[in-house]
């Protein structure tokens, strides 16, 4: 499946994960906060268009949206992604075959 | 060579004296007519009422509203005030209505904030965390 594929790649990058990490921890950040908190957290210096990228990333595989609130942007991590990531191999419960 | 002034662009100064005065507690130190509507407000902090002014300059150049609009979205807080408490001054702020676009961010040596001062910035709040065995 291409979306999955989308959430493997999104995946597959540490430092996407941390961006989860930190949005799991606090949801709804400005692209600011990710970036200070990458930066004094993990000394990850990314420049800002980098995690801008990943964050693009992140939303195409529908893991990140982002909202604008008057004239913020705020950034929340979606789970939903996730939810059936593993079912292609869990499919048959061995006790019901 | 020193710092005696720093600038913050503000859409409208009438409403910028309030914000900065009532609201965040400095205090004005100059307000001079210059003219066509503009004027040299500055502010300082009274517990330094002899340092560094702030300026609330109008932002009426083309390029000052889409570089203000621009930094907003993203987050960013082009100025950066210093506070003894990080966490009492955003809950003294929240109170008086103050928007945060970050809430109290512990970074380990020092804490922060990020508010909107109304005026189309955003302004960062920083305290200082006396060095800890852990830290040193």
Redesign the interface.
């Known amino acids: 499946m291409d979306d999955d594929e989308d959430v493997f790649k999104a995946l597959a990058d540490p430092t996407r994960r941390k961006i989860l990490d930190e949005l799991a921890e606090?949801d709804g950040?400005?692209?600011?906060?990710i970036c200070?908190?990458l930066t004094?957290?993990y000394q990850l210096g990314s420049s800002?268009q980098a995690i801008s990228q990943h964050l693009e990333v992140l939303a195409a595989a529908g893991l990140v949206t982002s909202r604008r609130d008057g004239?913020?942007?705020?950034h929340y991590i979606d789970t939903a992604p996730l939810d059936h990531l593993t079912d292609r191999w869990r499919r048959r419960d061995p006790e019901e075959t | 060579m020193r710092i005696t002034i720093t600038s913050v662009l503000v859409h409208d100064q009438a409403e910028a004296e309030r914000f900065y005065t009532e609201v965040l507690g400095f205090v004005k130190r100059h307000d001079v007519d210059m003219g066509g509507g503009a004027r040299w407000l500055t502010v300082v902090s009274p517990d330094d009422p002899d340092g560094t002014e702030l300026l609330l300059e109008p932002d009426g150049h083309p390029a000052a509203k889409p570089w203000k609009a621009a930094l907003v979205e993203d987050g960013i807080p082009y100025t950066q005030f210093s506070v003894d408490d990080v966490q009492a001054e955003f809950e003294r702020l929240r109170a008086l209505g103050v928007r945060f676009t970050q809430e109290p961010m512990n970074m380990g040596t020092f804490s922060t904030a990020v508010l909107d001062d109304t005026c189309g910035n955003l302004i960062q709040i920083i305290q200082l965390h006396p060095p800890t065995a852990e830290t040193v």
Do not use: G, P
């Open positions: 606090r950040q400005t692209l600011f906060e200070a908190r004094m957290k800002r004239r913020y942007k705020f």
